[in-house]
């Protein structure tokens, strides 16, 4: 997952940012339909609030994180065949706007 600093990044002019090691998760099927994704993503955020984009995301991904994840998340779901659009970035910068960030609460 790193990879995406080096290929993806420094095309688009971007700092190395971190990322999510998946670790064992990855890849693997989880039978309650919880994407391998969820439970990492949550415990890396720690109770910061965060944004996932992705076009993976279901209904079970989306009651996970509201059990298990404190502060404020949007999972917010990217057509594949089309990518990101503006409104997925007016969505996105919607959403960090409404987070309070001396509480980092909505």
């Known amino acids: 997952m790193s ?3 080096k290929w993806i990044g420094r095309v688009l002019g971007l700092p190395e940012l971190p990322f999510v090691d998946f670790g064992k998760a ?3 099927e989880r039978a309650d339909g919880v994407h ?3 439970e990492p993503l949550v415990a890396y955020a720690d109770g910061r609030p965060f944004a996932w984009v992705d ?3 279901g209904d079970a991904d989306h009651a996970y ?3 298990n994840h404190r502060a404020p998340a949007l999972l917010h779901h990217v057509n594949p065949r089309i990518g990101l ?3 997925d970035f007016a969505g ?3 959403f960090a706007a409404s987070i309070d960030t001396s509480t980092g609460t909505l």
């Open 36 to 38: 391998w994704k969820s």
């Open 85 to 87: 659009r503006n409104n």
């Open 65 to 67: 994180v509201a059990a």
């Open 55 to 57: 076009d993976e995301q």
């Open 26 to 28: 990855l890849l693997n």
């Open 92 to 94: 996105l910068a919607a």
């Open 3 to 5: 990879d995406a600093n």
